[in-house]
């Protein structure tokens, strides 16, 4: 059974709940089949463990949403000690027209970010520490939710960011002196990153009021601009061409009954194994 911290308001809506809520049951169905948990289950559920929020991106339904995250989990609990748990996180990022929302969808993201700290911050307090895994505009929502926890998280890792590349020095400087550990993974050969990213980036920030900047490339592209030398705490990987990591190569897919592709279980392992403390290389040990 997965868990999932639910920041969509009921039964799957495209808005935003008023408040989070967490939710348990079998993801992987084509029907998939969850119960929501009341704050004191999710209170008792995590008390003690190591918290891994996995965060999808931009474009999950809520469906798909459950299922890709059910398929990490499988994936990740091979390779993670049993005191820690993952937490599916399920937003309201869903593709509504193609290249016409996008641009908007910072919003949600930010507010989303919040709404999962102020739930964490409220009814995961036992919990022993939190880890955060994202994809994507999930990122956006990663690094807001850290921004705003009450706790330091121990490792964050995020993985075809789409935020821009110089977002760790401002807005989320604060981000990165709340985490212990940051990485992230970037690759060149990342089509969505490299045509539809800087277009609805410049839309945002001239339209919509987003306040980063309007000229940077991805972070999930071009890597972090990161200029604080001796500064261990943040290092990523910039995947080789010849890899050929595409926008959807990071995390399972959400369609029932798909496997887990090569590239995602490796992107696990590399997970697996900083979230553990074992640093950052890449191929990932098996």
């Keep these: 059974m997965t868990l999932y911290v639910s920041l969509r308001a009921g039964g799957g809506s495209r808005s935003m709940a008023a408040e989070a809520c967490m939710l348990d049951g079998d993801g992987r169905l084509k029907r998939p089949s969850v119960r929501r948990l009341s704050p004191q289950e999710a209170a008792a559920a995590v008390a003690g463990k190591t918290l891994v929020f996995v965060i999808h991106g931009f474009n999950v339904s809520y469906e798909s949403g459950l299922r890709s995250l059910a398929s990490l989990e499988s994936e990740l609990g091979k390779r993670l000690p049993e005191n820690y748990r993952m937490i599916g996180v399920l937003w309201p990022g869903d593709f509504i027209i193609p290249a016409i929302n996008y641009p908007g969808e910072w919003r949600d ?129 910039r995947l080789a061409d010849g890899e050929k990591y595409g926008h959807g190569s990071y995390f399972p897919s959400g369609e029932f009954g798909a496997a887990p592709s090569p590239s995602s279980q490796a992107v696990a392992r590399f997970a697996a194994n900083f979230f553990k403390g074992g640093g950052r290389p890449w191929p990932p040990p098996p």
């Design 109 to 237: 993201a930010v507010e989303s970010g919040r709404l999962l700290a102020r739930f964490a911050n409220r009814w995961m307090r036992a919990a022993s520490d939190v880890c955060f895994l994202s994809h994507s505009l999930g990122g956006r929502v990663a690094l807001e939710a850290v921004a705003h926890l009450d706790r330091k998280a121990a490792h964050v890792c995020l993985t075809a960011a789409a935020t821009d590349n110089d977002c760790l020095e401002a807005p989320y400087d604060v981000s990165v002196a709340n985490a212990d550990q940051m990485t992230w993974l970037a690759s060149k050969k990342d089509v969505v990153l490299k045509l539809a990213y800087p277009v609805g980036d410049w839309a945002g920030d001239v339209f919509l009021g987003d306040d980063d900047s309007a000229l940077r490339g991805a972070l999930g592209r071009h890597g972090a601009r990161w200029p604080r030398t001796g500064a261990d705490t943040v290092r990523g990987v």
